[in-house]
């Protein structure tokens, strides 16, 4: 039986949020606050993006000091550089970065600039592809990201625009390995009507930033809005899945086909993958596949993407 990371690795799972905004660039509360109220909000850890602009004086907000045993932040901020297709300005969540990272140069590009923070140390999220009008051509431009934001809250909640599945299943279709991150974008000017509605689930030994950095490049995540999944296997083309309790466990890969499982609180189920090759048209079989579970309010946990060839035997 094949055991799917990070659900098989030791360690516990620890909440966060990577995509938040504070009155150091143009969130509505002081940081402190922010910070606070994820804490409160039963979150392990949470990383202040702010925008990361002239206009803001380069922030990179230090948390060092809002840390505890139980509780962390990561060092970061959200990039900004032209130009995306459609000629607005890119943005790109960097988590984990020094506190001194330069300025963007004046002629520095997004990619350029996502280089540089890779360069750093930082784990490179395309952030909220939807909102931005991304084409797949500028999302393949970003070639040292490690995820896309596949859904944040604060574009959902104002726009309608938090998906960014499109974006990560057809660069996954394109062969990037990338893996998928939920976050906020919280900005707090309408009370948290954009907070705690999207964050990851990183699987790590201890809540010490470096290992967090660590298993988030590493896709040791899942994303979520509410639910859990606690383990997904493969037997005989048999996908077991356990989760909390959810109305609607699918399989889903780079064609149209899937396999869903769906009742009223289900905690588990046994998916058919010999179903992705049935019906009117049969598509090649694809590569990867990512598990989405949902549950009776519609709020969604989604895997990272599985690639079959990397499962172990
Ligand atoms: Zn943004
Ligand atoms: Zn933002």
């Known amino acids: 039986m094949a055991k799917i990371s990070p659900f098989s ?3 516990q799972f620890y909440r966060g949020n990577l995509h938040t905004h504070s009155t150091l660039s143009d969130g509505a509360n002081e940081p402190d606050v922010v910070v606070d109220a994820y804490r409160h909000a039963g979150y392990d850890f949470v990383m202040l993006s702010e925008h990361f602009m002239a206009q803001f004086d380069w922030p ?5 000091p809002l840390r505890s045993k139980d509780f962390t932040t990561l060092i970061g901020v959200e990039l900004h550089a032209p130009s995306t297709s459609v000629c607005e300005l890119w943005h790109i969540v960097a988590a984990g970065l020094p506190l001194d990272f330069a300025p963007c140069g004046d002629n520095e590009t997004g990619p350029e600039l996502a280089r540089r923070a890779a360069d750093a140390g930082a784990f490179i999220g395309i952030a909220h592809p939807s909102w931005s009008q991304l084409t797949i051509e500028d999302g393949h431009t970003i070639d040292v990201a490690h995820a896309v934001e596949i859904y944040n809250h604060g574009c959902e909640v104002e726009t309608a625009r938090g998906d960014g599945f499109y974006l990560l299943d ?14 906020d974008d919280a900005h707090f000017k309408d009370h948290d009507r954009d907070a705690f509605g999207g964050w990851v689930q990183v699987k790590s030994e201890n809540l ?33 899945v356990e989760c909390s309790p959810v109305d609607s466990i699918c399989v889903v890969g780079g064609t149209s086909r899937s396999v869903v499982a769906s009742g009223r609180s289900m905690a588990s189920a046994r998916l058919d993958l010999n179903m992705l090759h049935k019906g009117l048209y049969v598509p090649e079989p694809s590569p990867w596949l990512r598990v989405t579970v949902m549950d009776a309010l519609g709020k969604c946990a989604w895997s990272n993407p599985i690639w079959l060839d990397e499962c172990p035997a």
């Open 170 to 183: 057809q660069m996954l279709n394109g062969g990037k390995r990338l893996t998928g991150f939920a976050t």
């Open 208 to 240: 010490e930033p470096e290992a967090l950095l660590a298993a988030l490049k590493a896709g040791h995540y899942y994303a979520s809005q509410g639910p859990q999944i606690h383990a997904i296997s493969i037997e005989d083309n048999i996908m077991s």
């Open 60 to 64: 990179v907000a230090d948390t060092r």
């Open 9 to 11: 690795l030791p360690g």
